[in-house]
């Protein structure tokens, strides 16, 4: 498989490490400073692109990517106010679009077991849910995706909760997350259920970016072929 790369921060290196582990080529890498290689033809080779870049950028990513005849695998976060413009144009173009908050599998067994605990806790109205996140200082986004897929799911499966708020709740039907930024963590999410009596947490803990870095690979994997809006729902199917 031919990928390119949007984005060579970090996690573009580790993708590229895991790409060539599983026999694929990397044909362009487009950074900051050569966003013109967009129109290159070793870029409109490729059979997907991975990007992970930032959010202020990334639906112009997306879309000079789809010019270029190139699906996108993104794991981006923080721009979810255009996806409803990013669906439409999906729909009228046929593009596709593989996009996850967080690419980890371990995580995504947590976002499962997550709605399944809400759905418990559904029952038991003297427990108060709240969440927090850690990340390293350099992410920019903050609560992280992966946090705001966390709590749009328990809302979707907690009647007494009905929107999610940063850090501080107003009333007591508000979700409340909490972002934390320190050193060098690649993330730690944990949800809180508490009463008077005692209280009930779940937490994943990323060790590494090699996890999602191995999730979005496999995801290009799956990408190929396919059309309209993707994600792990649709490659791991619990």
């Known amino acids: 498989m031919k990928i ?3 984005g060579y921060g970090k996690m573009g290196k580790a993708i590229e490490r895991i790409a060539h582990k599983r026999g694929h080529d990397i044909v362009s890498v487009i950074d900051l400073d050569n966003r013109e290689d967009f129109n290159s033809e070793k870029f409109k080779s490729a059979d997907v692109a991975i990007e992970f870049t930032a959010p202020q950028v990334a639906v112009k990513n997306f879309k000079a990517s789809w010019e270029a005849g190139v699906p996108v695998v993104s794991g981006t ?18 593009y596709t ?5 967080n690419f ?3 995580v995504n067994i947590f976002m499962e ?13 003297n427990y108060d849910v709240t969440m927090s996140e850690v990340h390293h200082m350099q992410k920019l986004d903050a609560p992280s995706g992966t946090a705001i897929t966390l709590a749009e799911d328990i809302l979707k499966n907690l009647d007494r909760k009905t929107s999610w708020v940063k850090e501080a709740e107003i009333s007591s039907e508000e979700l409340v997350i909490k972002s934390i ?11 809180y259920y508490e009463s008077s009596e005692d209280s009930i947490e779940i937490t994943h ?17 799956f990408t190929i072929g ?11 199917k619990f």
């Open 77 to 94: 976060t923080g721009w979810n106010e255009k996806l409803p413009e990013v669906k439409a144009e999906i729909e009228k173009n046929n």
């Open 104 to 106: 980890s599998l371990g």
């Open 97 to 101: 679009l593989f996009w996850s908050s």
């Open 181 to 191: 930024r320190e050193g060098k963590v690649p993330g730690i999410h944990t949800v």
């Open 205 to 221: 803990s990323a060790k590494s970016r090699e996890g999602f870095a191995l999730g979005a690979v496999i995801a290009a994997e």
């Open 226 to 236: 396919k059309k309209g809006l993707l994600g792990m729902g649709d490659l791991l």
């Open 113 to 125: 077991l997550n709605k399944h605990l809400a759905k418990i806790m559904n029952q038991f109205p």
């Open 4 to 6: 390119a790369l949007i």
